[in-house]
């Protein structure tokens, strides 16, 4: 976070480590034929991701829409299985565990959806849908103790506690993700993944839900992996940043190094397009244009996946691919011509 003191990061950094991903992959199959299908190639949604989350920080995960971002959240909790890597929390294996660690780890690990519309029951009231994990989860709330805690939540969340009776379809998308929220809460998880939670919502409402999740955070602990593709809503709220594309990460940092000395050609053309709300800084903002299309996941280029995009292309970049190591710029970076530069001035 931007505004938080050099210490406090610091002490988050040196945090204890809560989940670690390792070499993450998801392939999906390509078939063909109707009957007798037929595997004919696998679409690399995610190949060879690396994350690492402590107790307390917020990572934040950015990206182009269709570079992966989503499905690493629900291979993080659960919702898919990856097709080969590690995924530990706390040490342990998520993707090896039995039914009943699982369970616990679903309880500990909440997820956040994008769309606020889509993830709600529209056939529960918000009161059922808030208390639902506690049927899975019952010693978290006595049963005849839970319309208080419902509405405790609802209220903390930001919504009247008298609404527990009504149903989705009457609150506004802004409302309905404060109960997605409440939702996530309800079970007391250390770890919140928030899959892109402020894009389908006005702009007005998005800085109001994350102000509200930073609040969140500092009462109860909380550690969150914010996915987004808006790249000053991710600078607000992150400790570190990690830059994806085409399924893999390209560039890694705290917040302060990828914002004022991004290194990836990838990471500086996204910089480029984060409007400056400060009119005298505007002149000096660097346009970086990136040319054709981001290549298929099914078929991605050789070594460099950004190489038939980037300037600095070189005959290197198309049979070895970069390491993601720090080349001298502070922080790593998936280039061999990692070059770190300023190309939005800050305005705080």
């Given at each position: 976070m931007s505004d938080d003191s050099s210490g406090s990061i610091a002490a988050r950094a040196a945090g204890e480590v809560l989940l670690e991903v390792k070499d993450l992959r998801k392939h999906f199959p390509l078939t063909q034929g109707i009957v007798l299908k037929r595997t004919v190639g696998h679409v690399r949604a995610v190949d060879g991701v690396d994350l690492t989350l402590r107790r307390g920080e917020t990572m934040g995960l950015v990206?182009?829409?269709?570079?992966?971002?989503?499905?690493?959240?629900?291979?993080?909790?659960?919702?898919?299985?990856?097709?080969?890597?590690?995924?530990?929390?706390?040490?342990?294996?998520?993707?090896?565990?039995?039914?009943?660690?699982?369970?616990?780890?679903?309880?500990?690990?909440?997820?956040?959806?994008?769309?606020?519309?889509?993830?709600?029951?529209?056939?529960?009231?918000?009161?059922?849908?808030?208390?639902?994990?506690?049927?899975?989860?019952?010693?978290i709330a006595p049963r005849k103790g839970r319309l208080e805690r419902t509405q405790e939540l609802m209220e903390r969340v930001g919504l009247n506690p008298d609404f527990v009776n009504r149903y989705p379809h009457q609150f506004s998308g802004g409302q309905r993700q404060r109960i997605g929220i409440a939702r996530a809460l309800a079970v007391q998880p250390e770890i919140i993944v928030c899959d892109e939670p402020v894009s389908a919502l006005d702009v007005s409402v998005q800085a109001q839900v994350v102000n509200l999740l930073e609040d969140l955070q500092d009462d109860f602990g909380l550690s969150y992996l914010f996915i987004a593709h808006d790249l000053s809503v991710v600078r607000h709220i992150s400790d570190r940043v990690a830059v994806m594309y085409l399924g893999s990460i390209v560039e890694e940092g705290t917040d302060v190094e990828v914002y004022t000395s991004a290194s990836h050609p990838y990471t500086q053309a996204l910089l480029s397009s984060v409007p400056v709300h400060e009119p005298h800084l505007r002149g000096l903002k660097e346009r970086i244009l990136l040319q054709g299309d981001v290549p298929s996941p099914a078929n991605p280029p050789s070594g460099c996946r950004f190489r038939t995009r980037c300037w600095k292309a070189q005959d290197i970049c198309a049979t070895e691919a970069p390491a993601l190591v720090d080349r001298g710029q502070g922080h790593p970076s998936a280039c061999h011509f990692a070059e770190a530069r300023t190309v939005v001035p800050l305005d705080g």
């Open positions: 990206g182009e829409s269709g570079c992966g971002k989503s499905t690493v959240s629900k291979m993080l909790v659960a919702l898919e299985k990856p097709t080969s890597g590690q995924i530990l929390y706390k040490g342990r294996d998520v993707v090896t565990m039995g039914r009943r660690a699982l369970k616990q780890y679903r309880r500990e690990v909440q997820i956040i959806f994008q769309d606020p519309y889509a993830s709600l029951n529209p056939r529960m009231t918000v009161g059922d849908i808030v208390a639902e994990g506690w049927s899975v989860h019952a010693d």
